[in-house]
């Protein structure tokens, strides 16, 4: 019989520590299977964040560099100036990203640092216990937040995939999800383009992958799926936002 | 034949960078350092060395990029004044926690806030206390001289390494900006990634090769029991650095019945008020901690026993004063003389205000 999937070799043993439905855990699972088949174990540095996958560095086999809150793309540039050769990538969830951590990221885009950046935007602060991110959806109701999100005092939820796409050091954004087998499949396929084009220094990639907390948005993890496809989409569209294909850099 | 240079303390630690085989500098422009960064720009140093240099969007991205270099266990640095530091408060913390080797300068100006672009001291409780949150120390090293800014960048790297901790040059904008002549002497190479494999092997995070276990670079340990079994790591590490690496000049300190305490431009014009009172027949003396943290206080208490009293001069509200009493522990009267807000006191001035001191 044909194997259809086995566990990337690069996954850890360590029991993942995420709520059941999350989805990092199903990026870890990408990120680790497609530096193992570029065969980039001994080639690739990762940028963990804070934030609940602060522990990235417990799951996926690879040295990793746990940065202050929002400073990853700082930490990378730096890695990848020191260590061209190197695959250097971060993983950042959206308060770590698009609040904190905006002038680093914006800054690594507009300088086009070789970089892969994987961003999981849950549209909350999971880790802190579910406050309001600044991507967090008009109505939607956080820690701080209690009776939904108001723009006349929260501001409007932002696009900073949008937004980076602008800049010129930026080669590559997409937007994707991962709670279907065949959504998995296309974040994989764009994570695995993102490495291409840090290895091949084609300035900044940038993914963002629209991601549920079930936790944060007090849901069951299939009732969280539902509202991510019905509330999350249609605000944060999926698909490429800047193509990233050799032939179109 | 020795080369010998005339350049600006700024400009030394530029130079100190590149020969001392520098990896990599990330700065942001601040009065009275920018100089720093506009040598390393103008020398291109990536086309000889290697060495990376960039500018960055802030002070907290420039540590940041020190913490990501130092971290694939390259020498790497950044230079910023009093402001800049502050910013980086929170990045040197983490290079602490995560036990990483680097060298960040700070060439001080007056403050609190925006302050002035005048010269000061008043950094050193930031400087020596730690600096950002946490139970963590850093060695403070106080150049009083443009030789002393170039040689510090190698001395600086040196001790980061031998302790993996962070090392701040604690200078300031009358060291930083004033010319003096530099014996260039010192100079080595980079590091080549092998070197960098048998001393770092088992932290850098260069990529995980199949005979290694994964480098992880990171302060964070949930556990009580193990983070403070890591903080006591760390302490004991200090305590190797404060038996290992004070480091102090005297000056006439023999006969002293007088001692002035001074560091950096301050001991430079204190040393000049020492010249006066000897000129005089005022059996004075000076000692300058050269290492700021670890501290002196060693040999203070034992010229505690010598000397009738203590003035401390240094360009601040009485920073350095308070470590002077802790080790005098009330033995001697221990008086400050300082100025403020970028004002520097003559050598006149604190003569005077020793010989008020030892009058009343
Ligand atoms: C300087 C600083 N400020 C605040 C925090 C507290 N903090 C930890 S994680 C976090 C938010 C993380 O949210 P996000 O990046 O969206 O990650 P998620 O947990 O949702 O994956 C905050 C505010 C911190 N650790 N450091
Ligand atoms: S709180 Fe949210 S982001 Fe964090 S592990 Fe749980 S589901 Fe995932
Ligand atoms: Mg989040």
Not at chain 1, 88 to 104: M, R, W
Not at chain 2, 7 to 29: H, M, Q, W
Not at chain 2, 158 to 173: C, E, I, N, Q
Not at chain 2, 235 to 260: H, M, S, T
Request: with cysteine.
């Amino acid at each position: 019989m044909d194997k259809v999937y086995s566990r990337s070799a690069l996954l850890t043993d360590n029991v993942m520590h995420y709520c059941p439905g999350c989805s990092h855990g199903t990026i870890h699972k990408l990120v680790a299977e497609v530096i193992e088949e570029m065969g980039l174990q001994a080639d690739t540095i990762g940028v963990s964040p804070v934030g609940c996958s602060v522990f990235a560095y417990n799951y996926i086999d690879i040295d990793w560099i746990q940065a202050a809150h929002g400073r990853a793309c700082a930490v990378a540039t730096a890695v990848k100036r020191l260590t061209p050769e190197k695959m250097v990538f971060t993983y950042q969830g959206d308060g770590d990203l698009s609040a904190i951590g905006t002038a680093e990221t914006i800054h690594a885009c507009n300088r086009g640092e070789n970089i892969a950046v994987i961003y999981v935007n849950n549209a909350i602060y999971g880790m802190t216990g579910g406050q309001m991110a600044p991507t967090t959806l008009l109505g939607m109701k956080t820690a701080t937040s209690p009776q939904g999100r108001e723009a006349a005092i929260h501001g409007y939820p932002y696009k900073i995939a949008e937004m980076v796409s602008h800049l010129d050091g930026v080669c590559y954004v997409t937007r994707q999800s991962v709670q279907s087998p065949a959504a998995v499949r296309k974040a994989k396929k764009a994570i695995r383009q993102a490495f291409e084009n840090s290895m091949a220094g084609r300035g900044l990639s940038f993914v963002e992958i629209v991601s549920s907390c079930n936790s944060g948005w007090k849901l069951s993890p299939v009732e969280a799926n539902r509202w991510m496809e019905e509330s999350m989409f249609p605000f944060y569209k999926l698909g490429d936002i800047k193509a990233g294909t050799p032939a179109a850099i | 034949m020795q080369e010998v240079k005339l350049i600006k303390g700024n400009e030394a630690v530029a130079l100190g960078a590149i020969r001392s085989g520098c990896d990599g500098y990330f700065g942001y422009p601040i009065t009275p350092q920018s100089e720093v960064l506009e040598t390393l720009m103008e020398l291109r140093p990536w086309e000889t060395t290697g060495m990376v240099v960039l500018q960055a969007e802030s002070e907290v991205a420039s540590i940041n990029m020190v913490y990501g270099g130092a971290a694939c266990g390259k020498r790497v640095m950044t230079s910023s004044s009093s402001p800049g530091i502050s910013l980086m408060a929170e990045g040197i913390s983490y290079l602490a926690g995560a036990e990483l080797p680097c060298l960040i300068v700070n060439v001080q100006r007056g403050g609190p806030g925006l302050g002035t672009i005048q010269p000061s001291q008043a950094d050193y409780f930031q400087a020596v206390k730690g600096c950002g949150h946490g139970d963590y120390n850093m060695i403070v090293l106080a150049p009083a001289s443009v030789q002393e800014m170039y040689d510090f960048v190698f001395d600086g790297f040196d001790l980061a390494f031998k302790y993996r901790v962070p090392v701040m040059m604690l200078s300031d904008g009358i060291i930083g900006q004033m010319m003096e002549k530099v014996v260039m002497s010192r100079s080595r190479a980079r590091w080549t990634a092998e070197e960098i494999k048998q001393m770092s092997d088992s932290w850098a995070t260069v990529g995980k090769p199949q005979t290694r276990a994964r480098n992880i670079c990171s302060s964070l340990e949930l556990d009580s029991q193990i983070m403070e079994q890591r903080n006591l790591a760390l302490q004991a590490r200090y305590e190797e650095i404060k038996k290992n690496e004070v480091r102090f000049e005297e000056i006439e300190i023999d006969d002293a019945e007088y001692v002035i305490v001074a560091f950096g431009s301050s001991a430079r014009i204190a040393s000049e008020a020492v010249s006066l009172a000897r000129a005089e027949g005022l059996k004075v003396g000076l000692l300058r901690p050269i290492t700021l943290w670890p501290f002196p206080s060693a040999r203070i208490a034992e010229l505690a026993g010598q000397a009738k009293g203590f003035l401390v001069a240094e360009l601040n509200a009485g920073q350095m004063v308070e470590d002077i009493r802790l080790a005098v522990d009330g033995r001697v009267p221990v008086i400050h003389f300082g100025r403020m807000g970028g004002m520097i006191y003559s050598p006149d001035e604190i003569l005077k205000a020793l010989k008020e001191q030892s009058n009343g």
